[in-house]
């Protein structure tokens, strides 16, 4: 049996920034085409639920039952692809006119965020993310005069996720993240051309199932 030993070479992890980030709409529950977010500045994640229940017999704790996790988040961004506007409730009236308060679509969403280490450097790897289920909340904006320090306005949208099910896994899911320093490089590379699309095929998000044959195929 080997002794523990802590901050080796190579072994000082850490997560960093986000970038490619994709849109994806949803039709009958495919997520089949994908659009570039420009401008994303952040993804919050902010899984919440899977309370504990306690309860007792003999004057004691008996047990605890924990109940169903659900994930959701926060985008902040510059500006979004049209595309959300659907996801926003907005509705075109005419080119270049929207109007707001519709139904909000679903859509689906993936990401990368960077992995560091300390001899690589925040080159080490990255994390792939991909969500499915999200729908957005009405979010405030606020506008400001310029001013001698003049910034950029960012936007904000809370999400929340309804899972989908698997054949592989208890429960459904509705968050899946890749590391690209662990997982089969030349298998990542195909999912990753499924998702951000080629000369030949439109971006799409793979459903859970189609994820794990796709990493998993021999």
Same mark, same amino acid.
């Given at each position: 049996?080997?002794?523990?030993?802590? *901050?080796?070479?190579?072994?000082?992890?850490?997560?960093?920034?986000?970038?490619?980030?994709?849109?994806?709409?949803?039709?009958?529950?495919?997520?089949?085409?994908?659009?570039?977010?420009?401008?994303?500045?952040s993804v919050?994640?902010?899984?919440?639920?899977?309370?504990?229940?306690?309860?007792?017999?003999?004057?004691?704790?008996?047990?605890?039952?924990?109940?169903?996790?659900?994930?959701?988040?926060?985008?902040?961004?510059?500006?979004?692809?049209?595309?959300?506007?659907?996801?926003?409730?907005?509705?075109?009236?005419?080119?270049?006119?929207?109007?707001?308060?519709?139904?909000?679509?679903?859509?689906g969403l993936?990401?990368?965020?960077?992995?560091?280490?300390?001899? *690589?450097?925040?080159?080490?790897?990255?994390?792939?993310?991909?969500?499915?289920?999200?729908?957005?909340?009405?979010?405030?904006?606020?506008?400001?005069?310029?001013?001698?320090?003049?910034?950029?306005?960012?936007?904000?949208?809370?999400?929340?996720?309804?899972?989908?099910?698997?054949?592989?896994?208890?429960?459904?899911?509705?968050?899946?993240?890749?590391?690209?320093?662990?997982?089969?490089?030349?298998?990542?590379?195909?999912?990753?051309?499924?998702?951000?699309?080629?000369?030949?095929a439109e971006?799409?998000?793979?459903?859970? *199932?189609?994820?794990?044959?796709?990493?998993?195929?021999?």
């Amino acid at each position: 049996m080997a002794k523990l030993t802590w *901050d080796g070479a190579g072994e000082r992890l850490y997560t960093l920034g986000v970038e490619k980030g994709v849109l994806y709409r949803v039709t009958n529950g495919v997520y089949n085409q994908g659009y570039a977010w420009n401008g994303l500045t952040s993804v919050t994640e902010s899984p919440s639920g899977a309370d504990e229940q306690k309860f007792y017999a003999d004057n004691m704790q008996y047990g605890s039952i924990r109940g169903t996790e659900d994930f959701g988040g926060t985008i902040e961004c510059y500006y979004y692809p049209d595309e959300f506007g659907e996801c926003n409730g907005e509705i075109e009236i005419a080119t270049g006119v929207r109007g707001n308060q519709q139904t909000r679509k679903p859509f689906g969403l993936s990401y990368v965020n960077k992995i560091g280490n300390d001899t *690589d450097g925040m080159d080490h790897g990255y994390e792939l993310h991909l969500i499915y289920g999200a729908t957005s909340s009405p979010s405030e904006k606020q506008h400001q005069t310029i001013n001698d320090s003049p910034e950029a306005e960012t936007m904000s949208f809370e999400f929340a996720c309804i899972p989908v099910k698997t054949s592989f896994s208890e429960k459904p899911m509705s968050h899946i993240v890749i590391n690209s320093t662990t997982a089969d490089k030349s298998k990542l590379s195909t999912l990753e051309g499924i998702l951000y699309g080629s000369e030949n095929a439109e971006a799409r998000l793979p459903l859970p *199932d189609e994820v794990k044959t796709t990493l998993a195929a021999a």
